[in-house]
C-alpha cells in the first residue's frame, strides 16, 4: 500500500510542477513528508471506520449509533493532544533548523507534561459519569448503554493518545514523517487485529472495540517515549532527535511559548469538536436511522480529510524550518506550494468517492431504508471535504508561526453562526435533510474562507519573529 500512496502522491506533485502551479523541488520535499502522514492517518481512520463496521456487524444499528455518541467525547484527547502538538512542531521545527538541540529538548517536555495534564481530568469524569453524558446528545436505550460502555473503557487511553500526537509532531518537525508513521500506522494495524478478536472471537461486542484501543494506544506510547529519550529504536533505527533525560524537565519560557501557540489550537479543534455535541443532538431529532447515516458520513470525512494531515504538518515543518533559519520568502513559497498541492489532492479524492457514494455507503449499512440517506449524506460530505483541503493548506503556515487564533475565529462562525443553525432548521421545518446536508457543507467553508484570508495576509511571516530561536538575518 505504501508504494502506490507515496507514487500517487508525488505524480500529482510532479503533474501540478509541469502545469507551472508549483515548484517541482518543493513539491517532492512536500510529498516525501506528508505521504507517511498520509499513510498513518488512512491506518488510523481506517482502523475507526473499521470498528464502525465491525460492531454493526456483530451487535447491529444501536451499536454504530452508540460508538457514534461516545466518538465525540474520546476524540476530546486528539483536539486537545493536538492543540499542544500544534505548538509543539512549530517550536521544535524552529530550534531543530536552527541547532538547538536543547531547545528541542525542553519544547518536547514541556509538550508532553502539557499533554497528559490538560486530559488526565476528561478520564476521571468519562469514567465515572459516561452514561450521563452520553445522553446528552443521544438517544434511544440500547444506543446510550453502549456507548456508554464503550466511552468508560477507553477514556483510560486518552493521556497516551495526546502524548503520542507530542512524539509525532515532534519527529515530523524535524523533517522525519516516516518514524511516526511506523509506529502510528503500526499501532493502528494492531488495534484493528486486537478489535476483530475481542468482538468476534470473544464475543465482547463494542467493550473489545475500546479495549482493543486502550491496548494499541499504550503500545504506540511506549515507543515513542522510549525511541525520543534513546535516539533510536530497535530494528527501526535512528531519531533524528534525541530527548534529553535529565534536568531541567521544566522550562518556564518555552511554557509560555508553548501556551501563546498552542491555547488557540487546542480551542480551535474544541470548537470543531465541540460541534458534534450539538450537531449530534440534532441529528438525533431525525431518529436513529439519520443518526447512523451521519455516523457513517463523519467517518468517510475523516478519512477523506487524512491528506490535511500530511500536507498540514509538512506545510508546517516545512514553513517552520525556513522561518528559524530567518528565510521568510522560502517559507512564504513552501506555504503556498504546500496550499495548492493539498487543495489538488483533496479534490482529487474528493471527486473518486463523490462518484462511488452509492457502492461506498453499502460498505457500511445494508438497510435499504437508510442507504439513500447514507449516500446523500455522503456527497454532501465530498463538497465540504474540499474546503477543509483549503483549511488545512492554509493552516500549516500560520501554525508553524504562531498565528494560532484566526483559525479559532473562523470555527467558532462556522459552527455557530452556519452549520449548527442549519442543521436545526432541517430537523424543525420543511427544509428537512437538506438543511443537515447544508451544515456538513457550512461547517467546513466558512473556516475556510477565513483562514484562507489570515494567509493570504502574510501577517504570520511578522508574528513568527517573536517565536525564533535566532534573529531574522
Known amino acids: 500500500m505504501l508504494k502506490p500512496i507515496r507514487l500517487a502522491i508525488e505524480g500529482i506533485g510532479l503533474l501540478l510542477a509541469r502545469l507551472g502551479l508549483i515548484d517541482a523541488r518543493r513539491a517532492l520535499r512536500t510529498a516525501r513528508l506528508a505521504w507517511p502522514r498520509i499513510v498513518t492517518g488512512i491506518a488510523r481512520m ?21 460508538v457514534g455518541f461516545a466518538t465525540p467525547f474520546w476524540a476530546l484527547a486528539f483536539m486537545l493532544g493536538g492543540g499542544v502538538a500544534g505548538g509543539t512542531i512549530s517550536l521544535v521545527s524552529q530550534h531543530f533548523s536552527a541547532g538547538h538541540s536543547a531547545g528541542v529538548s525542553a519544547a518536547v517536555k514541556v509538550s508532553a ?24 446528545i443521544g438517544s434511544g436505550e440500547t444506543a446510550v448503554a453502549l456507548g456508554a460502555e464503550y466511552l468508560r473503557i477507553v477514556s483510560v487511553a486518552m493521556p497516551f493518545a495526546a502524548v503520542n500526537l507530542v512524539g509525532s509532531r515532534t519527529l515530523v518537525g524535524a523533517g522525519d514523517a516516516w518514524m511516526p508513521m511506523v509506529l502510528r500506522a503500526g499501532g493502528a494495524a494492531a488495534n484493528v ?30 515507543a515513542f517515549l522510549w525511541g525520543l529519550t534513546q535516539g533510536r529504536l530497535p530494528l527501526i533505527g535512528e531519531l533524528p532527535v534525541q530527548v534529553e533525560t535529565g534536568a531541567p524537565h521544566w522550562n518556564t519560557g518555552t511554557a509560555r511559548e508553548l501556551g501563546e501557540i498552542s491555547a488557540p489550537l487546542a480551542l ?36 477523506l480529510n487524512t491528506p490535511g494531515w500530511g500536507f498540514g504538518l509538512a506545510s508546517s515543518s516545512l514553513v517552520g524550518q525556513s522561518l528559524g533559519r530567518g528565510r521568510e520568502r ?16 483533496y479534490a482529487c479524492a474528493a471527486v473518486v468517492v463523490f462518484a462511488f457514494a452509492g457502492p461506498v455507503s453499502t460498505l457500511f449499512v445494508d438497510d435499504a431504508a437508510i442507504l439513500p440517506t447514507t449516500e446523500a449524506l455522503l456527497r454532501a460530505t465530498c463538497v465540504s471535504v474540499v474546503f477543509w483541503g483549503v483549511t488545512n493548506g492554509a493552516l500549516g503556515p500560520l501554525r508553524a508561526s504562531g498565528d494560532t487564533r484566526w483559525p479559532f475565529y473562523g470555527q467558532m462562525l462556522g459552527l455557530v453562526g452556519f452549520a449548527i443553525p442549519a442543521a436545526y432548521l432541517g430537523a424543525t421545518t420543511a427544509l428537512g435533510l437538506a438543511g443537515l446536508h447544508l451544515a456538513i457543507i457550512l461547517e467546513m467553508a466558512v473556516p475556510a474562507a477565513i ?23
Request: net charge positive.
Open 193 to 222: 487485529a486486537l478489535n476483530a478478536v475481542l468482538i468476534f472471537v470473544f464475543d465482547l461486542g463494542v467493550a473489545g472495540a475500546a479495549i482493543g484501543t486502550v491496548l494499541a494506544t499504550l503500545g504506540v506510547t511506549g
Open 46 to 66: 481506517s482502523r475507526s471506520t473499521v470498528d464502525v463496521a465491525m460492531v454493526g456487524s456483530a451487535v447491529g444499528t444501536s451499536a454504530i449509533a452508540g
Open 330 to 345: 522560502e517559507a512564504e513559497a513552501y506555504g503556498q506550494d504546500a496550499f495548492r498541492f493539498a487543495v489538488a489532492v
Open 113 to 136: 507534561v502539557f499533554a497528559a495534564v490538560v486530559t488526565l481530568p476528561l478520564v476521571v469524569l468519562f469514567a465515572a459519569t459516561p452514561e450521563r453524558l452520553i445522553r446528552l
Open 268 to 303: 480551535t479543534n474544541l470548537a470543531q469538536l465541540g460541534g458534534q455535541f450539538p450537531l449530534l443532538a440534532i441529528v438525533s431529532l431525525f431518529g436513529p436511522q439519520v443518526v447512523a447515516a451521519f455516523v457513517v458520513a463523519l467517518r468517510v470525512r475523516d478519512l
Open 451 to 473: 483562514i484562507y484570508y489570515r494567509y493570504q495576509s502574510k501577517q504570520w511571516t511578522i508574528i513568527s519573529r517573536a517565536y525564533r530561536p535566532a534573529a531574522v538575518e
